[in-house]
């Protein structure tokens, strides 16, 4: 069974930091392409950063310049580390493992909620 775990989310004061994390198993991790989204209340959720797994990046328009993704193969583990964050940040972030063999659709993680404010 695929399962993703996100972790990491919290309250952050603007202008500072947060690394989440995003643990998948029941998958064969470094086979896949993953990504991070994020929803805010009354907002579609948006991308956030995709890592493919040739490891290239792309960044959502609002994030590039703020945001890193990583992964780590070995631990089936892939990261976002936010760095300047602001209250328009503030969003439930999701972890998504795209599509592949044999089932071909996205799996999804829980979400861990992120709130930026003063």
């Known amino acids: 069974q695929v399962q993703l775990v996100e972790s990491g989310g919290g309250l952050v004061q603007p202008g500072g930091s947060l690394r989440l994390s995003c643990a998948v198993s029941?998958?064969?991790?470094?086979?896949?392409?993953m990504g991070w989204y994020r929803q805010a209340p009354g907002k579609q959720r948006e991308l956030v950063a995709s890592?493919?797994?040739?490891?290239?990046?792309n960044y959502g328009d609002s994030v590039k310049g703020r945001f890193t993704i990583s992964r780590d193969n070995a631990k089936n583990t892939v990261y976002l580390q936010m760095n300047s964050l602001t209250p328009e940040d503030t969003a439930v972030y999701y972890c998504?493992?795209?599509?592949?063999?044999?089932?071909?659709?996205?799996?999804w993680g829980q979400g861990t909620q992120v709130t930026v404010s003063s």
């Open positions: 998504k493992r795209g599509r592949s063999w044999p089932d071909w659709k996205d799996y």
């Open positions: 029941g998958s064969i991790f470094s086979r896949y392409n």
């Open positions: 890592i493919r797994s040739d490891g290239n990046k």
